[in-house]
């Protein structure tokens, strides 16, 4: 048996996939990927340029958690197709 959180995010991705077709789906999944991949680089961008600076490192925590939400888009969208 499934949870209603599975079912709902199945009949969900369904109502997205019905409602953009599988190319919104690849754009969507492309540009939660890119963003990830920016979040990323940002953060180690910025740790570079603390480390240099200050000595010291600095954990961007929000950047962090929007990396993982992102790609958590980013395979939802992949499950989708």
């Known amino acids: 048996m499934n949870s209603l959180l599975c079912n709902f995010l199945k009949d969900w991705g369904v109502s997205i996939k019905d409602s953009i077709g599988e190319t919104g789906v690849l754009i969507c999944m492309i540009v ?3 963003l990830a991949f920016m979040f ?3 953060i180690c961008m910025g740790a570079i340029r603390k480390v ?3 000595k010291k490192l600095k954990i961007y925590w929000l950047q962090i958690i929007f ?4 790609v958590l888009f980013t395979v939802w969208f992949a499950t989708i197709l």
Do not use: L, S
């Open 40 to 42: 990323f680089a940002g």
């Open 67 to 70: 990396i993982i939400i992102f």
């Open 52 to 54: 240099n600076r200050d």
């Open 32 to 34: 939660f990927a890119c």
